[in-house]
């Protein structure tokens, strides 16, 4: 039986969302795996946890030109050995942690891990622990670069030709996905789900969605396009704006708060309005669903919308006049909507949790440890 420990970060809600759905299909179908599963965080100071995990949320929603100011400067922190070594001064409790359950394979979906095993590694040639990097963007940060980093999992092609053009070896690199929950990858009864939901399981129908924290203008998305088309919209912990739209009663449209049945929600959808975070994309795209982008966080979220836009899957806008007319533009043009499908069907990973099990069996293989 061999050790695999599965490394996410609390900052944003998506590595943790890779992470447990990788974890949970090996836990239910590959028994020779001894699975763990941590947030790193909870091995660095609460100042450090504080900084990292609420300050990204202040800056994406207060101060979003200071993010990507920083998202900017980060560049020059990419794979340097300085900063490789503060991270891992910082994580001490993290390396106590390795040291002690002694892992095979780490499996990391932020690309904090990278630098803080990458001097771990150096410092321990005997401890013999390969680390896989799941990169949960469809384009690269030189952030997820490491010395260490023996295996990449790459989203798309974009995102693996980024990782050659900064002289990663072909070999370390596979374009597998990133990984959601396998609810996402399963057909489901259209008709069925939207009696449970109590909607109208005809009307094309868009779901608005902008991730935990529930970022962006979505009261005016959905005054623009109330009476055109059939709305779900998440509100995840936006509780005031749940009870705003809860109160407005607005036909055909159905507010939610943070729920664990987004699947659900993508069953009975024609459309996705959301920001261009990568597991909202990937759910997406699991379920065959166009997207329409607006407010991304600037950085990593603006170059998913681009990837995905160039590649005929989304449409990006600028406004609310923008979001509406690619909204109707697919709800009223059956042959944009059909193309647009098509070329979704051609870009998605359907075999992701496959794809990376099979490739950590064979990086263990390789090594002669399995």
Known sequence: MKKVLLVYTSAGAGHQKAAEALYQYLKDNHSFFELKIIDLLDYTPASFRLLYSKGYIFLISKLPWLWYLFYRMAFLCANNRIFACLDYLTALPFVDLLERERPDVVISTHFLTSSILTVFKKKNPAQEIKLVSIITDYNLHPLWLGEGVDLYIAACDFAREELLKRNV????????????????????????????????????????????????????IVHALAGEV????????????????????????????????????????????????????????????PMVFFSNI?????????????????????????????????????????????????????????????????????????
Do not use: H, W
């Not at 909202?280 to 065959?288: D, Q, R």
């Open 230 to 289: 059939q709305l779900l919209v998440v509100c995840g912990n936006n509780k005031n704006l749940y009870r705003r739209l809860t109160g407005l009663n607005l036909p055909r449209v159905k507010p939610f708060p943070l729920i664990d049945y987004v699947d659900e929600l993508m069953s009975v959808s024609d459309a996705v309005v959301t920001k261009a975070g990568g597991l909202t994309i990937t759910e997406s795209l699991a379920k065959g669903l």
């Open 169 to 220: 070896p072909a070999d370390k690199i596979r374009v597998c996905g990133i990984p959601a929950k396998e609810k996402f990858y399963r057909q489901a009864d259209r008709r069925e789900i939207a009696q449970k939901l109590g909607v109208d399981p005809s009307a094309f129908t868009a779901l608005v969605i902008t991730g935990a924290v529930g970022l962006g203008p979505i009261e005016e």
């Open 298 to 370: 600037p950085g990593l979220e603006s170059a998913n919308a681009r990837v995905l836009s160039e590649n005929g899957c989304a449409f990006d806008s600028s406004g609310i006049a923008e979001i509406k007319q690619r909204v109707l533009s697919l709800k009223n043009n059956p042959a944009l909507y059909q193309e647009t499908v098509s070329r979704i069907t051609r870009f998605r990973k359907s075999q992701t949790l496959t794809a990376i099990a099979s490739e950590i069996k064979n990086l263990l293989t390789c090594c002669g440890e399995v």
